[in-house]
């Protein structure tokens, strides 16, 4: 089998209402008028001299023509490769930008899809879901929590968690990152609200220092709190040190890190507990593999990281959930940034392979390959 054609799509759909940023970031009010005024991704698209087609998609989280641009330029890369052979490929896209100054960022975002998308054709080449490719067990059932309840007020806050377990969800996330006193107020009604049997994360999006970060820690230390995600900046490993060596509540982080490179510092110098690494950043299913393994030789838990994904994004992530053993729980988005404008690329774009969700666990059907149904519409609609 030989790759014959290689397609980008940039996908752009503009949030109609300016929304103010819905997660606690430096510069929030700033943003809206660049990063939280689109919903966007790109696709990847690889033909094969046998008929057999694969999706991949690269995170994007500013420019999504520019994505598209990298995957045109090594595009003649690819053509007449064997795309069964991803280790190769995902080394000769890596080595030759590798020292050129593209270690993170843009060019390992393109690299991800390409490889995604590699995946795809060598699950449906081999007639299995990719899951069971990577060692799955062949009805995997994923315990799945909703993320995430964002800060909108009390009143809206209790609503979004009442809303997730009136679906049968019995985790979820909270938003957090907007002060110490409105945090522990936050998080104090929601675990009132919804009890003690319900598992609570909280995620802080770097909003915090790392003194800040150890104050709300320790007063949330008192909510049975699952994991504090990203509550310092992504490179401030000793935040994350510190705060690991510190606080009961485990750390988790990783969703802004690319590459083995990326998560060993994190693992390392960080001393997190938990990684989230998103496999549409990371470096694709190829390198996502070694993070895995990386992480099991730290007894690091690895979670796939989904949020504010597209759909095919969001599949990918459900295999590898299904795949890795230590992977205990599942980021099931279930808001979008603007309130009422739902994201056609997280909800339209293709089916998810999910055969049934219940009690808050996700069945996943066994459809070769992603098992995704790319709807051409969507593309053709929001292609840019
Ligand atoms: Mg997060």
């Known amino acids: 089998m030989k790759i014959t054609n290689v ?6 759909v503009p949030i109609e209402n300016p ?52 995957v045109e330029y090594v595009k003649p890369l690819l053509i007449g490769k064997d795309p069964m052979n991803t280790e190769y490929i995902w080394e000769l896209l890596f080595g030759t930008m590798m020292n050129r100054g593209h ?41 799945a929590y ?18 997730f377990v009136d679906q049968g969800f019995t985790a979820m996330k909270i938003k957090i990152g907007q002060g110490y006193e409105t945090d522990v107020m936050a998080v104090a009604a929601v675990r009132e609200h919804v ?30 709190i699952r994991w504090f995600e990203e509550p310092v900046a992504p490179d401030d490993y000793e935040g994350y040190r510190r705060l690991s060596e510190s606080l009961d509540i485990p750390i988790a982080g990783g969703e802004a890190h690319f590459l083995r490179y990326g998560l060993k510092e994190l693992i390392v110098r960080g001393k997190v507990d938990i990684i989230q690494p998103n496999v549409c950043r990371a470096g694709g299913v190829t390198e996502c593999l070694r993070i895995h393994g990386l ?10 990281h989904t949020g504010s994904s597209s759909a095919v994004c969001i599949a990918v992530s459900l295999h590898l959930a299904a795949a890795f053993n230590d992977c205990f729980i599942f980021e099931h988005m279930q808001s979008d940034w603007a309130k009422d404008q739902r994201n056609p690329l997280r909800w339209d774009l293709t089916t998810l392979p999910i055969k049934s969700f219940e009690n808050g666990y996700i069945e996943l059907d066994d459809k070769p390959g992603f098992g995704l149904e790319i709807n051409e519409e969507v593309i053709k609609k929001h292609r840019v």
């Open 146 to 163: 909703a993320s995430s309840i964002r800060f909108r007020g009390m009143e809206t806050m209790l609503a979004t968690a009442q809303n």
């Open 103 to 143: 270690y993170q960022g843009f060019y390992i975002e393109a690299i991800s899809g390409i490889d995604v998308a590699l995946w795809d054709i060598k699950g449906k080449a081999l007639n299995l879901p990719v899951y069971r490719l990577l060692g799955g067990s062949q009805y995997p059932k994923i315990w």
């Open 7 to 12: 397609e980008a799509f940039s996908l752009v």
């Open 195 to 224: 009890g003690k049997d319900i598992t609570l994360m909280v995620d802080a999006n770097c909003g915090y220092d790392v003194k800040t970060a150890l104050k709300v820690g320790r007063e949330l230390e008192k909510y049975n």
């Open 295 to 304: 992480a099991s030789a730290y007894n690091i838990p690895y979670l796939v």
């Open 19 to 70: 929304i103010k940023a819905p997660i606690s970031i430096p510069y929030a009010d700033e943003l809206e008028k660049v990063v939280f005024k689109e919903y966007r991704t790109m696709l990847v698209k690889i033909e094969t001299d046998e008929g057999i087609t694969g999706y991949g998609e690269c995170m994007v989280r500013l420019a999504p023509t520019a994505t598209r641009d990298i």
